[in-house]
Antibody
Framework: EVQLVQSGAEVKKPGESLKISCKGS????????IAWVRQMPGKGLEWMGI????????RYSPSFQGQVTISADKSINTAFLQWSSLKVSDTAIYYC?????????WGQGTTVTVSS | DIVMTQSPLSLPVTPGEPASISCRSS???????????LDWYVQKPGQSPQLLIY???NRASGVPDRFRGSGSGTDFTLKISRVEAEDVGVYYC??????????FGQGTKLEIK
């Protein structure tokens, strides 16, 4: 079964760093793009960026460029999304998704709560 | 950036009746390869989004044939021939034309009357 399994919920304080993960299984992870999508509380879906685990630089939405870092380690079939200094406004659910035609497989989402 | 605009934003539907959602893009999504780079997703309550339609009109695996995507260029439509209770959720269109810089519509909330 093709699936993406994301790391668990996080509760952080403003200014802290964070790295969440998305592990693929059931397919050749390195050969499919992985996207990250944000959903703020009660809001719609926002495209953050995308990476090809087989070897390319990540691409970011202008809204997220410089705010987050997307990376991947194909040796462990895992993509990552990280922040160096969280803000309260980063509170959201973050989804990873595989791109094949459309975004055909989604992770279960990681809830990130940032509060002082 | 390509801007995606959906209508309506709220759609109450009686079970068994048809439903239609419109999605318009600020630029044509028709690629030189002949495909329209427009997808449809649904996010059911408490769940991750799931793919319904890709490249404008292709149903994703396992999607019932009561869902149909159509349109070309800047105007697209998702039609549900007969709404069922399980179709409740928020429907999003997403453009995939702009290389690796995709954008979603605002979402259309379908509810049962």
């Amino acid at each position: 079964e093709v699936q993406l399994v994301q790391s668990g919920a996080e509760v952080k304080k403003p200014g802290e760093s964070l790295k969440i993960s998305c592990k693929g299984s059931g397919y050749k992870f390195a050969t499919y793009w992985i996207a990250w999508v944000r959903q703020m509380p009660g809001k719609g879906l926002e495209w953050m960026g995308i990476i090809y685990p087989g070897g390319s630089d990540p691409r970011y939405s202008p809204s997220f460029q410089g705010q987050v870092t997307i990376s991947a380690d194909k040796s462990i079939n895992t993509a990552f999304l990280q922040w160096s200094s969280l803000k309260v406004s980063d509170t959201a659910i973050y989804y990873c998704a595989r791109r094949e035609g459309g975004l055909d497989v989604w992770g279960q989402g990681t809830t990130v709560t940032v509060s002082s | 950036d390509i801007v995606m605009t959906q209508s309506p934003l709220s759609l109450p539907v009686t079970p068994g009746e048809p439903a239609s959602i419109s999605c318009r893009s600020s630029q044509s999504l028709l690629h030189s390869d002949g495909y329209n780079y427009l997808d449809w997703y649904v996010q059911k309550p408490g769940q991750s989004p799931q793919l319904l339609i890709y490249l404008g009109s292709n149903r994703a695996s396992g999607v019932p044939d009561r869902f149909r995507g159509s349109g070309s260029g800047t105007d697209f439509t998702l039609k549900i021939s007969r709404v069922e209770a399980e179709d409740v959720g928020v429907y999003y269109c997403m453009q995939g034309l702009q290389t690796l810089l995709f954008t979603f519509g605002q979402g259309t909330k379908l509810e049962i009357k």
